[in-house]
């Protein structure tokens, strides 16, 4: 035959459209044209599939070869197309039978050799296939397919080679089917009942434990809310004071991810190429330098990738020197700390990411970071400066703000005496299930009619919480966070009304950076 077709996918942010991969062998001079709106790589793809298909041993025909990728009006990029580009070539000549192709699509970037290299996104094309009725199977790189095998549905195939598949679509050899429970063992998720500590199922190998801060029972506590109820935290103190060492074993303590979840996040991870199934259902942790710019915070690109904060979904966005980011950057982060999601729009097309990731920032007090204990040679221009990099409406987003003290000598050369990260996860976990239970959410994601219906507060609470307001000069939206974060307290607690004394250690934890109680600034470090 001089035509076939082959079933393919494309690749938009988190959704993977399908592609008809339409190869038509015609008369007239040799050539071999590529059209349906391919940008460079799949341009060159002509090359890459040429030398494979003749390394492999199959003919490459001496005609007018046209490949179209429909739809035209959708833009395709990558290599993911080289293999069924192949295959169509290998069909329309008659050395494969094109009833082997069915209801299977193929993904997979060749090499010159015919090895099938990885592709980024597999998860999210499995998730596609898995939604068509009109496919059954997904035939991709073997390196992808462990991680595409974790969608519930569709057939997973893997291949390594052009010429061993070709031998498996013309039933000379087994097609190999990638067994889901094997795939999933070695992260960990497993098949059936888990019956680590919420602690052990979220930690790395080498993650550390909070056993191992010496002091800093305050920041602990102020960490321990924060990963109750997914609230963003600041922390204010000077160099070497244990923020980085606080921040990096957060993860530790939060609840780990259902299976939805995981598969929500470990399908952002794929886009970028960078997920690996030993981290399922692991929170991301991620920590960018604070030269990151504003496209490699919140994505971009000619042809938009996730950012920082998409591949922070539903884990930690770890900010270290909060002020030294740039402006523009910084402020990109106070519409998806509201919504969870980022929209970016490019003259040839939309995508909107999920973005719903936990802000953990850390900054110095002033410059030189030592202000307020007689080794700050700072002037007050210099300091207002320097906190003012932030903006009032990124803080005002932020639900803890606390101030870090250093630790003296005798604590950090004294064995340690801190609970262990397992013990803490626990009651984080319990007071995320009643959060769950309560209004299928964090509280930290409360809405208005939320806050009415789960979050009441009795008058004394109420006349506290007005009179911070009123004294510190509070926004609604920080008299709000705040209300949600004495919520969280007592979800600690485990206690159904929140109390006054809630609202009170709610209220404290907003008040590091405000220069209108310097005086009586309250510390929660010993």
Request: net charge neutral; glycine share 8%.
């Amino acid at each position: 035959m001089s035509l076939a077709v082959v079933r393919s996918r494309a690749l938009i942010g988190l959704s993977a459209p399908p592609v008809s991969v339409e190869v038509h062998l015609g008369n007239g001079l040799p050539a071999f044209h590529i059209v349906g709106l391919p940008e460079a790589e799949v341009r060159e793809s002509r090359e890459r599939v040429r030398a494979a298909l003749l390394h492999t041993g199959f003919d490459f025909p001496n005609r007018r070869l046209t490949v179209n990728l429909a739809p035209a009006d959708l833009p395709k990029e990558s290599g993911r197309f080289d293999l069924p580009i192949a295959l169509g070539i290998l069909a329309a000549t008659d050395q494969l039978p094109s009833g082997a192709l069915g209801k299977v699509e193929f993904v997979g970037e060749l090499s010159l050799t015919g090895a099938i290299r990885p592709i980024r996104g597999a998860l999210a094309m499995a998730a596609a296939v898995a939604r068509d009725a009109d496919a059954d199977s997904l035939v991709l790189p073997a390196s992808n397919a462990a991680e595409a095998a974790l969608v519930d549905g569709p057939r997973i195939l893997a291949a390594d080679t052009l010429g061993s598949l070709v031998a498996q679509l013309r039933g000379e050899a087994p097609m190999p089917c990638v067994d889901r429970t094997a795939a999933a063992a070695p992260a960990g998720a497993g098949v059936g009942p888990d019956i680590r500590t919420p602690g052990e199922m979220n930690r790395d190998a080498d993650a550390g434990d909070f056993r191992e801060v010496r002091g800093h029972r305050g920041a602990k506590r102020a960490l321990e809310i924060a990963a109750a109820g997914r609230h963003h935290l600041l922390m204010l103190g000077p160099p070497g004071a244990g923020k980085s060492l606080l921040a990096a074993r957060l993860p530790s303590i939060l609840p780990p991810l259902d299976d939805d979840e995981a598969l929500e996040a470990a399908s952002v991870a794929s886009l970028s190429g960078g997920f690996r199934p030993e981290r399922w259902r692991l929170r991301p942790f991620r920590s960018p330098h604070h030269s990151a710019s504003t496209a490699a915070l919140v994505g971009g690109g000619s042809n938009p990738r996730p950012g920082e904060i998409s591949l922070a979904h539903l884990g930690v966005l770890f900010l270290d020197e909060l002020p030294e980011f740039r402006r523009g950057a910084l402020e990109a982060l106070r519409e998806p700390l509201e919504t969870g999601r980022i929209a970016l729009s490019r003259a040839t097309r939309q995508i909107e990411l999920p973005a719903r990731f936990q802000l953990v920032a850390a900054m110095n007090p002033c410059p030189c970071g030592h202000l307020g204990d007689g080794r700050c040679r700072c002037t007050p221009d210099q300091v207002f400066r320097y906190q003012a990099r932030l903006s009032g409406p990124l803080l005002d987003r932020i639900d803890i703000q606390l101030t870090v003290r250093p630790v003296d000598e005798t604590a950090l050369t004294s064995p340690p005496d801190g609970e262990p990260s397992a013990q803490i996860a626990a009651r984080v976990a319990a007071a995320h299930r009643r959060q769950h239970e309560r209004q299928r959410m964090p509280n930290a994601q409360l809405g208005p009619d939320g806050l009415a219906r789960h979050c009441p507060l009795d008058d004394e609470s109420l006349a506290l919480l007005h009179a911070a307001a009123r004294r510190l000069r509070w926004s609604s939206r920080a008299l709000h966070r705040v209300q949600r974060l004495a919520r969280t307290i007592a979800d600690l607690a485990q206690r159904d009304a929140i109390e006054a004394a809630d609202v009170g250690e709610a209220i404290g934890y907003r008040r590091a950076l405000d220069p209108l109680v310097d005086a009586d600034r309250i510390v929660v470090n010993d």
